[in-house]
Each structure stands twice: as structure tokens, then as C-alpha cells.
């Protein structure tokens, strides 16, 4: 398939769309960008548009991003990486030429994140006074909700950003390590300024406190020992896939996991 070449977005909309992935530092993300003063969210974080709310039409998503006095305006929704094709041709039309931005995590530590989330829903409910603890449940649970096809297919990037690339030329995209925000959050910010179009000397006036406020706690409970090999076994396929696409190795995320 010929690469396809930048659109001029015709109508009012994001200047900007970060597609994912969840559990990958898209909040984080946005707290940084609404703190400068070039960068506008009309619609908050998460828009949902193209996967939620798009009976609403084009006409409501351009009007979120008019009249905004010159600012970048952006849409930050991770479910927007597992959209089908028809979907992101739509999107390819309507946005045209605007940068996309993709965070990858760690496959293997983002399930298990997603896991633990969904725990924490359950834990709302309190038993005889309880509340539900990782402890309290089996590895089966686990497998279960790391095998979850929502939670395989956000972890899937390797067949995210295949069909992105179908209809948004490589370049259009700026793809972050998760790693990188952790280690490196006011360079990764200056990437991100760079590729948005913002002033990326403004993160040089903001303390590391900043920076790293939070969100980098890490999860309370790592990743059981036990599941180890039923991680590595689900993703690593994909995650060579993935190596292999974007000529970078990624296979460190699941040795990481080996013996």
C-alpha cells in the first residue's frame, strides 16, 4: 500500500490527537500540557468522540475547538488506538496532517496495570467489612482479566499502529516510550512541544517536582510470580511484531519477565 500523504484539515478540530496506549501515562501527559499556556483541551482529557459519542457528529466535534484564540488545541482518548479502519479513515479525513502521538508501555506491566484497576473496581464493594485484595484472589483471576480481548487489544501495538499506519504516514506520529516519561519527563515534554508546535522552552522554567508529582508512585503490587511465564507466552509474539515494524527491539520488555 502507497504511504499516504498529509490532508489540510478543512474543518475546526484538534490540532493534535494522542490515540493511546491506556495505562501508559496519557494523564500524566495531559496535566502537563493544560499547565501551558499554549495548549487548549475544550473537551477535557478524554473526548471520545471517535468511539463513543460519534452519532453526535462532525459538527459538535469541530464546534469543542472553535474560536480558542490561536491555541493548540488537543484530544487525548487511549481507546482511540483500538479503532477500526473505517473509524481511523475518518479520522485521516478530518484531521488531515494533525501529529498523532502513541505512549507504549510495557505490554506485560500495562495488562497487569488494567488488571489491578478493575480490581480496584471490585473493591468498592466491601465483604463483611472487607475489602478484596490482590492476595485474596487466584492466579486464574489474573489470567483472566490479562486475557481480556479489550485489555489484549490496547496491549496490542504492533496491530494499533498497523492499521494507523494505513491511513497516517509514519512521520505524523511521535511514538513515546512510557519508560522515557518516567526517567526523562522534561525531555520527553520538549519531543512532544516539538512535535505539537508549542514552545518547548517553557518546561525549562518548572521545578522536577513538576515533573514527576503524581504519577510515578508505581504499582502496589508487582507482577505475581506465578504468571511470569503466562505474560511472556501471551505477548511475546506481538512484542517481536512490534520490534520488527518499527525496527527497534522491544523483546527486553518480556525477558525482563524470564528466567
Same mark, same amino acid.
Given at each position: ?17 494522542? %490515540? ?32 463513543? +459519542? ?7 466535534? /469541530? ?30 479525513? $478530518? ?43 487466584? =492466579?486464574? +483471576? +489474573? ?14 501495538? +504492533? ?5 494507523? $499506519? ?10 513515546? =516510550? ?11 515534554? %520538549? /519531543? ?5 508546535? %508549542? ?8 521545578? /522536577? ?30 512484542? =517481536? ?9 522491544? /523483546? ?6 524470564? =528466567?
Amino acid at each position: 500500500m502507497a504511504t499516504p500523504q498529509p490532508t489540510v484539515k478543512a474543518t475546526p478540530g484538534p490540532d493534535f490527537l494522542c %490515540i493511546g496506549a491506556q495505562k501508559a501515562g496519557t494523564t500524566w501527559l495531559y496535566e502537563k500540557l493544560n499547565a501551558h499556556p499554549q495548549v487548549a483541551f475544550p473537551g477535557r482529557k478524554e473526548v471520545h468522540f471517535w468511539d463513543l +459519542f460519534h452519532e453526535k457528529g462532525k459538527g459538535w466535534y /469541530s464546534n469543542l475547538y472553535r474560536d480558542l484564540a490561536g491555541n493548540v488545541a488537543g484530544d487525548i482518548t487511549p481507546a482511540y488506538a483500538v479503532l477500526p479502519r473505517r473509524m481511523i479513515q475518518q479520522v485521516r479525513e $478530518f484531521s488531515g496532517g494533525a501529529p498523532l502521538i502513541f505512549i507504549m508501555r510495557n505490554p506485560i506491566e500495562r495488562a497487569w496495570s488494567l488488571a489491578l484497576m478493575n480490581l480496584r473496581q471490585l473493591q468498592e464493594t466491601r465483604f463483611e467489612g472487607e475489602t478484596l485484595k490482590p492476595q485474596h484472589l487466584t =492466579d486464574e +483471576f +489474573f489470567r483472566w482479566q490479562m486475557n481480556l480481548e479489550g485489555n489484549r487489544a490496547r496491549s496490542n501495538y +504492533f496491530a494499533c499502529l498497523t492499521k494507523w $499506519f494505513e491511513f497516517f504516514p509514519r512521520e505524523q506520529f511521535l511514538l513515546l =516510550d512510557y519508560e522515557r516519561l518516567v526517567s526523562e519527563p522534561r525531555d520527553a515534554l %520538549i /519531543s512532544v512541544s516539538r512535535h505539537i508546535g %508549542i514552545d518547548s522552552l517553557f518546561w525549562d522554567n518548572m521545578d /522536577s517536582g513538576f515533573f514527576t508529582e503524581r504519577v510515578f508512585a508505581g504499582e502496589k503490587y508487582p507482577l505475581r510470580e506465578s504468571l511470569r511465564e503466562f505474560a511472556v507466552n501471551t505477548y511475546r509474539e506481538e512484542i =517481536d511484531q512490534l520490534s520488527a515494524l518499527l525496527g527497534k527491539d522491544y /523483546s527486553g520488555w518480556y525477558r525482563a519477565y524470564m =528466567d
